[in-house]
């Protein structure tokens, strides 16, 4: 049929223009819909009315097994299905009965055929409805949610349709308040919803700049919520947009007596690079629902690419899901299959569903691409020259093996395998032909049987591919599931652009703490149960998401407060000397590791006749408003029960100062000081590596915001190292990654470069309040 032709058809229907033009670019639909209405055509004899129309759209865009069009177009044609409901009833019958024959007296109790609603019955349950709600009604007048009315009317007539019901709600509360006012214009005021309750009933806690941190359901808790949402194990076929064949039933049978009925997910990184914040994200979905509803999780390597690959990675990969707290049922890789993909290759041409291409790589780019010339060559001739592929006999680019099916964004034939002269990490030189993405993903997952295949939203449009691969070959098909990325302001997560920080000499390596890739999260002092609790409280959201990074610095704070015990450092010290020390030897300090919670002991310190203190808790000439150590304004220090009061200032010949003198008293001898500071004796010397954005705008890569592209948006300040700081002994016998608040100064993890003597640390995050103002 000429487009001009199917154009008329389509606005016959009662399609605007637009609309019908816009359905003409979808071909599987505007196939869909020309049969149906040339059916109906046929069946009423007559031109198709608008009610009848707008159904056979609906059922032409939601109907995925088209052996059902003809079937439920002639319920439409003949009038037995009239109404949206009935649709929406009849497309669920028989997208949850896949099975031939359908029972139609079943079928048409279920979809309310021959069920007739007459105006007298839609006035009756609006009345009632209203009445249930009149004096609510009578005080709210227009600001009332009238959705309520037509939901519970709805609920008493499941079959009337929708439009009879808003006409009739619209008509009684008309009679009943009369026409609007003025006052009924004003927004309805907003009422404050009670915040949802973590289960582990933590009190709240406050956001950085005084933001309340919404508590939130914990992971568990919202992944066992997201189960009632999903598709039952052995139940695919509820799904919607799940496409069955004849063979489903059976094979959803096999798989439930292999898997016993278990929720299996898979989490299948490249190791190409390494792991990103966005990767936590789905680390704690498929780990997470996993683990809410008792099932199992497999951590499968994707190693379909071996000129990318490095062994470096595959470990790095590991360790973070297991620093996350997850443990994988099986770690596998798509190599294991690598026979088994090639044996289902041959089958798929065999079927006639595959063919051999010698189109460039150029040709095949894009969602316009030329048609291959070669794709009905004979089936013997495709598998001659797949074997000539396999056994190395065209250079790379010359010649792949394409599938047969237009995706979802109208990409044509993806390609199932590529030659590729690099020997494989695990295989070595078996193999010169690897296969795609599109091929391997979702047939791995039927191998290992997985339930809910578990895929960031961009994966979408390869849903179709998915289901007519597993389909095309008759093997268990499993239900992809897309939920929305992670993503934070102020960062670069890609691959290629990290790979030219590290070259450009911005960063140092992949592990750089200044980057959110997992391991430079984990170096600069992240615990992996703050990154799971920001992962929680982003929650399991359709729609991607960008957050700010000071949410995520919130919940390491949130945890670190109460994991991180406390010691004293100075970064810029100055020497500070008690003239009237009360000893003649240094006083041992007993220094609480958690100031708040005494129980969970104490630390001791020497307190000797020489300090340091930070250079910043001394001014000779204060402005108003300072309460540390000034001329005629003492301070105590922190844990010692002493306060000191300034008696000299020893300067260089610069005039710069270079030490005080104080003297010393009991802090319960006289007045309370205005200020406590924090102070080291004795200390030892160490290295801090201060830490801030890596770039100075939101969107680093966004060429609106940042013209001259991401690496021109560098933040000078993003690291500054202060190398002679000043650290109380407390800390001399830690490890790399052991965690403290230096008090007054922010969190603090000791990085592998420590060495002995040399103590490296860096800052995690800041605390809340601005030091300088304590």
Same mark, same amino acid.
């Given at each position: 049929?000429?487009?001009?032709?199917?154009?008329?058809?389509f606005?016959?229907?009662?399609?605007?223009?637009?609309?019908?033009?816009?359905?003409?670019?979808?071909?599987?639909?505007?196939?869909?819909?020309?049969?149906? #209405?040339?059916?109906?055509q046929?069946?009423?004899?007559?031109?198709?009315?608008?009610?009848?129309?707008?159904?056979?759209?609906?059922?032409?865009?939601?109907?995925?097994?088209?052996?059902?069009l003809?079937?439920?177009?002639?319920?439409? #044609?003949?009038?037995?299905?009239?109404?949206?409901?009935?649709?929406?009833? *009849?497309?669920?019958?028989?997208?949850?009965?896949?099975?031939?024959?359908?029972?139609t007296?079943?079928?048409?109790?279920?979809?309310?055929?021959?069920?007739?609603?007459?105006?007298?019955?839609?006035?009756?349950?609006?009345e009632?409805?209203?009445?249930?709600h009149?004096?609510?009604?009578?005080?709210?007048?227009?600001r009332?949610?009238?959705g309520?009315?037509?939901?519970?009317?709805?609920?008493?007539?499941?079959?009337?349709?929708?439009?009879?019901?808003?006409?009739?709600?619209?008509?009684?509360?008309?009679?009943?308040?009369g026409?609007?006012?003025?006052?009924?214009?004003?927004?309805? $005021?907003?009422?404050?919803?009670?915040?949802?309750?973590?289960?582990?009933?933590? $009190?709240?806690?406050?956001?950085?700049?005084?933001?309340?941190?919404?508590?939130?359901?914990?992971?568990?808790?919202?992944?066992?919520?997201? *189960?009632?949402?999903?598709?039952?194990?052995?139940?695919?076929?509820?799904?919607?947009?799940?496409?069955?064949?004849?063979?489903?039933?059976?094979?959803?049978?096999? &798989?439930?007596?292999?898997?016993?009925?278990?929720?299996?997910?898979?989490?299948?990184?490249?190791?190409?690079?390494?792991?990103?914040?966005?990767?936590?994200?789905?680390?704690?979905?498929?780990?997470?629902?996993?683990?809410?509803?008792?099932?199992?999780?497999?951590?499968?390597?994707?190693?379909?690419?071996?000129?990318?690959?490095?062994?470096?990675?595959?470990?790095?990969?590991?360790?973070?899901?297991?620093?996350?707290?997850?443990?994988?049922?099986?770690?596998?890789?798509?190599?294991?299959?690598?026979?088994q993909?090639?044996?289902?290759?041959?089958?798929?041409?065999?079927?006639?569903?595959?063919?051999?291409c010698?189109?460039?790589?150029?040709?095949?780019?894009?969602?316009?691409?030329?048609?291959?010339?070669?794709?009905?060559?004979?089936?013997?001739?495709?598998?001659?020259?797949?074997?000539?592929?396999?056994?190395?006999?065209?250079?790379?680019?010359?010649?792949?093996?394409?599938?047969?099916?237009?995706?979802?964004?109208?990409?044509?034939?993806p390609?199932?395998?590529?030659?590729?002269?690099?020997? &494989?990490?695990?295989?070595?030189?078996?193999?010169?032909?690897?296969?795609?993405?599109?091929?391997?993903?979702?047939?791995?997952?039927?191998?290992?049987?997985?339930?809910?295949?578990?895929?960031?939203?961009?994966?979408?449009?390869?849903?179709?591919?998915?289901?007519?691969?597993?389909?095309?070959?008759?093997?268990?098909?499993?239900?992809?599931?897309?939920?929305?990325?992670?993503?934070?302001?102020?960062?670069?997560?890609?691959?290629?652009?990290?790979?030219?920080?590290?070259?450009?000499?911005?960063?140092?390596?992949?592990?750089?703490?200044?980057?959110?890739?997992?391991?430079?999260?984990?170096?600069?002092?992240?615990?992996?149960?703050?990154?799971?609790?920001?992962?929680?409280?982003?929650?399991?959201?359709?729609?991607?998401?960008?957050?700010?990074?000071?949410?995520?610095?919130?919940?390491?704070?949130?945890?670190?407060?109460?994991?991180?015990?406390?010691?004293?450092?100075?970064?810029?010290?100055?020497?500070?000397?008690?003239?009237?020390?009360?000893?003649?030897?240094?006083?041992?300090?007993?220094?609480?590791?958690?100031?708040?919670?005494?129980?969970?002991?104490?630390?001791?310190?020497?307190?000797?006749?020489?300090?340091?203190?930070?250079?910043?808790?001394?001014?000779?000439?204060?402005?108003?408003?300072?309460?540390?150590?000034?001329?005629?304004?003492?301070?105590g220090?922190?844990?010692?029960?002493?306060?000191?009061?300034?008696?000299?200032?020893?300067?260089?010949?610069?005039?710069?100062?270079?030490?005080?003198?104080?003297?010393?008293?009991?802090?319960?001898?006289?007045?309370?000081?205005?200020?406590?500071?924090?102070?080291?004796?004795?200390?030892?010397?160490?290295?801090?590596?201060?830490?801030?954005?890596?770039?100075?705008?939101?969107?680093?890569?966004?060429?609106?915001?940042?013209?001259?592209?991401?690496?021109?948006d560098?933040?000078?300040?993003?690291?500054?190292?202060?190398?002679?700081?000043?650290?109380?002994c407390?800390?001399?016998?830690?490890?790399?990654?052991?965690?403290?608040?230096?008090?007054?100064?922010?969190?603090f993890?000791?990085?592998?470069?420590?060495?002995?003597?040399?103590?490296?640390?860096?800052?995690?995050?800041?605390?809340?309040?601005?030091?300088?103002?304590?």
């Open positions: 049929m000429a487009a001009t032709d199917s154009l008329a058809l606005t016959g229907l009662g399609l605007s223009e637009p609309k019908a033009r816009e359905t003409l670019k979808n071909a599987a639909l505007s196939t869909q819909l020309r049969e149906a #209405a040339t059916q109906a046929q069946t009423l004899g007559s031109p198709i009315d608008k009610a009848t129309g707008t159904l056979l759209y609906g059922l032409a865009s939601r109907l995925r097994d088209t052996r059902r003809s079937f439920l177009v002639s319920y439409i #044609a003949s009038k037995k299905i009239h109404t949206e409901p009935q649709l929406s009833a *009849a497309l669920e019958y028989v997208r949850s009965h896949p099975l031939d024959p359908i029972d007296v079943d079928f048409e109790q279920e979809c309310g055929v021959g069920v007739m609603v007459t105006p007298e019955q839609i006035e009756e349950a609006v009632a409805t209203i009445s249930r009149r004096s609510q009604l009578l005080m709210e007048r227009y009332f949610n009238m309520l009315l037509m939901g519970e009317a709805r609920a008493m007539l499941k079959w009337a349709d929708g439009k009879m019901i808003k006409h009739e709600v619209d008509m009684q509360v008309l009679h009943l308040l026409p609007k006012v003025e006052a009924d214009l004003q927004k309805k $005021p907003k009422v404050s919803k009670p915040r949802l309750e973590e289960t582990d009933k933590t $009190p709240s806690k406050n956001m950085e700049n005084g933001e309340p941190a919404c508590q939130t359901l914990s992971l568990m808790e919202q992944l066992r919520g997201e *189960a009632l949402k999903f598709h039952k194990p052995g139940e695919n076929y509820k799904t919607p947009g799940y496409v069955t064949t004849p063979h489903t039933m059976d094979l959803l049978k096999q &798989h439930l007596e292999i898997t016993g009925g278990q929720v299996r997910t898979r989490f299948p990184p490249e190791p190409n690079g390494i792991l990103h914040i966005g990767h936590a994200k789905a680390i704690n979905f498929n780990f997470g629902y996993a683990k809410a509803n008792s099932g199992i999780c497999f951590l499968r390597f994707d190693d379909t690419n071996p000129e990318k690959e490095e062994a470096k990675f595959f470990t790095a990969i590991n360790d973070m899901v297991t620093w996350l707290g997850y443990t994988p049922y099986k770690v596998t890789y798509a190599s294991d299959y690598f026979d993909l090639y044996a289902w290759a041959v089958e798929l041409i065999h079927r006639g569903q595959a063919y051999v010698h189109q460039r790589g150029e040709e095949l780019k894009g969602h316009h691409s030329v048609p291959s010339p070669w794709r009905d060559r004979p089936v013997e001739e495709s598998l001659l020259l797949f074997e000539s592929m396999r056994k190395g006999k065209f250079a790379e680019g010359e010649a792949t093996l394409r599938m047969k099916l237009v995706m979802e964004d109208g990409k044509m034939d390609v199932a395998y590529r030659v590729k002269y690099t020997p &494989h990490h695990r295989t070595g030189d078996k193999w010169c032909i690897y296969p795609t993405y599109d091929y391997t993903h979702c047939l791995c997952d039927s191998i290992e049987h997985i339930t809910h295949s578990l895929c960031t939203k961009e994966f979408q449009s390869r849903r179709s591919s998915y289901f007519w691969l597993c389909n095309a070959l008759d093997v268990y098909c499993p239900v992809q599931w897309e939920y929305g990325r992670l993503n934070l302001h102020y960062a670069v997560v890609s691959k290629r652009k990290i790979l030219q920080l590290v070259a450009a000499g911005a960063v140092r390596d992949w592990d750089d703490p200044r980057l959110f890739t997992l391991t430079a999260l984990k170096r600069r002092g992240f615990p992996p149960e703050a990154i799971n609790n920001f992962c929680a409280r982003v929650g399991v959201t359709v729609a991607q998401t960008i957050m700010e990074p000071h949410l995520l610095e919130a919940c390491v704070r949130d945890v670190l407060n109460d994991t991180a015990p406390r010691a004293m450092a100075v970064l810029e010290p100055l020497r500070v000397v008690i003239t009237n020390f009360p000893s003649a030897k240094p006083l041992d300090v007993q220094v609480p590791n958690f100031p708040a919670d005494e129980t969970k002991g104490f630390h001791q310190v020497p307190f000797a006749s020489v300090v340091f203190i930070e250079k910043m808790d001394f001014k000779e000439e204060p402005e108003p408003g300072y309460k540390r150590l000034a001329w005629g304004q003492p301070v220090l922190r844990h010692t029960g002493y306060i000191i009061e300034l008696q000299h200032v020893v300067k260089g010949p610069s005039g710069c100062v270079e030490s005080l003198e104080v003297t010393c008293r009991r802090a319960d001898a006289g007045e309370k000081p205005k200020a406590f500071i924090h102070w080291v004796s004795q200390p030892l010397t160490c290295e801090i590596r201060l830490y801030e954005r890596l770039f100075q705008h939101k969107n680093p890569e966004d060429p609106a915001e940042v013209p001259g592209g991401f690496l021109s560098l933040n000078p300040e993003s690291l500054r190292v202060v190398e002679a700081a000043l650290v109380d407390s800390v001399a016998l830690a490890k790399p990654f052991d965690k403290f608040q230096f008090e007054r100064l922010g969190y993890s000791m990085d592998p470069d420590s060495c002995q003597g040399q103590l490296v640390f860096n800052r995690t995050v800041t605390l809340k309040e601005d030091p300088g103002k304590l």
